[in-house]
């Protein structure tokens, strides 16, 4: 559907492909198989092939919601996406993740997804293609990810040869914030503690609303103390007390 979309309103080429999970999957096709040139294609948690178990799920799941469409919204449809997306180790951890995974199917309709799901079951490989793609792809995964897991990724950064692979540290199917994904830039051990508390050192290039604290949280490590010690290139002196200021010199203001 979305290339007869495109085809009709003559887009031939776009700065973009981005997908997320099966998305991603439709992004690497549209660019090899129906030939939508882009400046790059952005895969997180991405697919190239299901193996056989993710097949024949998907397939059950299909035949599933197929014969009684009412299983998407009741129990089964709820145990269905938890089983496809989180490990249980990180739905035990993650009540308030686990809670949006289980809204998710209440955003579409039991037959579309039963026709996606019946889709995928059938989907070609992908992977000896993506050796002739010439696109830069830039892959995004959570090494929790239990829906694409980190191996599905792998695959499509180790055969594209201008793909890059990035490993979220302990997360799941996103580092999820309410204003959008986020990540730190660095992080480094400053200090382990004895074990209560420990001291990192993060970078980040943005400044969002209590950004550091809600993303440590969103990993169930909440932030007792936080000191900023450095803006840009310039490195906040260690006596400067609250309030009081220090000027830069010339050189370090150009």
């Known amino acids: ?7 009709e309103r003559g887009v031939a080429r776009v700065h973009a492909l981005v997908g997320y999970s099966t998305g991603a999957y439709r992004a690497l096709d549209l660019a090899m198989r129906v030939g939508i040139e882009a400046n790059v294609i952005v895969s997180l948690a991405g697919v190239a092939c299901f193996d056989q178990p993710a097949r024949e799920t998907r397939a059950a799941l299909a035949a599933r919601l197929a014969a009684d469409p009412a299983a ?10 938890r089983e496809l ?15 949006r995974v289980l809204e998710w199917p209440r955003t579409t309709r039991p037959a579309a997804l039963a026709r996606e799901l019946a889709a995928l079951a059938r989907s070609r490989d992908l992977r000896p293609e993506l050796p002739r793609l010439r696109t830069r792809v830039y892959c995004r995964v959570g090494t929790l990810d239990r829906g694409c897991p980190p191996a599905w990724s792998a695959d499509i950064a180790g055969l594209a040869p201008r793909a890059t692979l990035e490993l979220v540290f302990g997360c799941g199917p996103a580092l999820l914030l309410e204003d959008g994904p986020a990540k730190f830039d660095e992080i480094h051990v400053v200090n382990r503690g ?13 400044g969002r609303n209590r950004e ?43």
């Open 194 to 206: 004895d074990g209560s508390h420990q001291w990192f050192r993060v970078v980040l290039h943005e």
């Open 212 to 254: 550091v604290r809600r993303m440590w949280d969103s990993q169930g490590f909440p932030v007792s103390r936080l000191k900023r010690i450095r803006s840009g290139n310039v490195e906040l002196p260690r006596g400067l007390r609250p309030g009081e200021h220090e000027l830069l010199p010339a050189e370090r203001v150009r």
């Open 72 to 81: 998407l919204h009741g129990g089964d449809g709820r145990g269905m996406m």
């Open 85 to 99: 997306m989180l490990s249980p180790a990180w739905a035990a951890a993650h009540p308030r993740d686990l809670a």
């Open 1 to 7: 559907e979305l290339a007869a979309m495109l085809a």
